[in-house]
């Protein structure tokens, strides 16, 4: 095992066992819908680390750690710890770093496919884009979160 994969088992170990935490009060509160979708991000974010090596397709650890890292801070640290209600610009940083990600995978993509698939995908994050931009646009202008759930 690499120090990078070490790195990464460690990262994912640390934020399985806050989301564990999490879930055991949700539960003792009686919060099953919520314990359910933390429950449904815990997979999310820890399938990478259990199914890597079963995979046909190699992703580079770190983009895999950036992206289990932004799961558990849109999800878990928005969601569930309000993070949204909290910091004006959580929901900005979010979009900033989902534009990142997006880009990386891009060319990710072109590294493994080739030129044919830039056009495809660039018309695609245009696309995407623009979206969170009208996302933005909607939480300013009538003042509410349309990404918040509640019991």
């Given at each position: 095992m690499t120090r990078r994969s070490r790195v990464?088992?460690?990262?994912?170990?640390?934020?399985?066992?806050?989301?564990?935490?999490?879930?055991?009060?949700?539960?003792?509160?009686?919060?099953?819908?919520?314990?359910?979708?933390?429950?449904?991000?815990?997979?999310?974010?820890?399938?990478?680390?259990?199914?890597?090596?079963?995979?046909?397709?190699?992703?580079?650890?770190?983009?895999?750690?950036?992206?289990?890292?932004?799961?558990?801070?849109?999800?878990?640290?928005?969601?569930?710890?309000?993070?949204?209600?909290?910091?004006?610009?959580?929901?900005?940083?979010?979009?900033?770093?989902?534009?990142?990600?997006?880009?990386?995978?891009?060319?990710?993509?072109?590294?493994?496919?080739?030129?044919?698939?830039?056009?495809?995908?660039?018309?695609?994050?245009?696309?995407?884009?623009?979206?969170?931009?009208?996302?933005?646009?909607?939480?300013?202008?009538?003042?509410?979160?349309?990404?918040?759930?509640?019991?």
């Amino acid at each position: 095992m690499t120090r990078r994969s070490r790195v990464q088992l460690g990262v994912v170990l640390v934020l399985q066992t806050v989301m564990a935490i999490e879930l055991v009060l949700l539960l003792a509160q009686g919060s099953w819908i919520n314990g359910v979708w933390l429950l449904t991000i815990m997979v999310v974010t820890s399938a990478p680390a259990v199914l890597g090596d079963r995979l046909p397709v190699r992703i580079p650890a770190e983009y895999e750690l950036l992206a289990i890292l932004f799961v558990f801070a849109a999800l878990f640290l928005g969601e569930f710890r309000s993070y949204y209600e909290r910091f004006w610009w959580w929901d900005i940083a979010l979009h900033t770093t989902s534009g990142l990600l997006l880009g990386i995978l891009g060319f990710l993509i072109v590294d493994a496919f080739g030129a044919l698939v830039i056009s495809a995908f660039a018309l695609w994050h245009m696309k995407r884009n623009r979206s969170s931009f009208v996302d933005i646009w909607i939480d300013r202008f009538i003042e509410r979160n349309p990404k918040l759930f509640r019991d």
